[in-house]
T-cell receptor, first 117, second 115 residues
Framework: GAVVSQHPSWVICKSGTSVKIECRSL??????MFWYRQFPKQSLMLMAT?????????EQGVEKDKFLINHASLTLSTLTVTSAHPEDSSFYIC?????????????FGDGTRLSIL | QQQVKQSPQSLIVQKGGISIINCAYE??????FPWYQQFPGKGPALLIA?????SEKKEGRFTISFNKSAKQFSLHIMDSQPGDSATYFC??????????????FGQGTILTVHP
């Protein structure tokens, strides 16, 4: 099946640091990637949608300057949390899908647990 | 109108029993309904999905039942096993426009299967 790799799986850093998370589709070309945030025992909250070669579309309430998304190739998207603070601590998950129809399944990475001290 | 409501919030089942999780939606434009399984510290994994032109889909021990008129769909896990203990999410998406391919997730159900 389709494989999405997310790196790193866990990161701890000091407040004010910027953190980059990578999401790679290993065996298919992902025209669209999604970034989610998940708090403990809660559902996934979509943060943004990124299409290869174009600017990301952010959901309402998500700060574009805080969460920088780049989708430079069909196999790689990155999320950079800039000047991270303790309230940014969360589980960040990416997913990838192929263009075609809304019925193309999303394949998820294993998430990145971000802890800001 | 974009919400997908999932119930129950948590479910305890004995080994060998049937686990049933229900979801309801409002937006009739939704045309794709997947179920995801998530273990702690992992990303969701696609279990099974259905389109509204069929009323039931079965894959192994997992079955989706879909009621278009009631705008409801459910996941049935037959012969539930302790290894099925996880959080299950239903989701829905619709074609076209700015919502292309976006999934709307239910709130999740924590399933515990006792040996």
């Amino acid at each position: 099946g389709a494989v999405v790799s997310q790196h790193p799986s866990w990161v701890i850093c000091k407040s004010g640091t910027s953190v980059k998370i990578e999401c790679r589709s290993l065996d298919f070309q992902a025209t669209t990637m999604f970034w989610y945030r998940q708090f403990p025992k809660q559902s996934l909250m979509l943060m943004a949608t990124s299409n290869e070669g174009s600017k990301a579309t952010y959901e309402q309430g998500v700060e574009k300057d805080k969460f920088l998304i780049n989708h430079a190739s069909l196999t790689l998207s990155t999320l950079t949390v800039t000047s991270a603070h303790p309230e940014d601590s969360s589980f960040y998950i990416c997913s990838a899908t192929m263009y075609g129809s809304s019925n193309q399944p999303q394949h998820f990475g294993d998430g990145t647990r971000l802890s800001i001290l | 109108q974009q919400q997908v409501k999932q119930s129950p919030q948590s479910l305890i089942v004995q080994k060998g029993g049937i686990s049933i999780i229900n979801c309801a939606y409002e937006n009739t434009a939704f045309d794709y309904f997947p179920w995801y399984q998530q273990f702690p510290g992992k990303g969701p994994a696609l279990l099974i999905a259905i389109r509204p032109d069929v009323s039931e889909k079965k894959e192994g021990r997992f079955t989706i039942s879909f009621n278009k008129s009631a705008k409801q769909f459910s996941l049935h896990i037959m012969d539930s096993q302790p290894g099925d203990s996880a959080t299950y999410f239903c989701a829905a998406s619709r074609p076209g426009g700015t919502s292309y391919g976006k999934l709307t997730f239910g709130q999740g159900t924590i399933l515990t299967v006792h040996p």
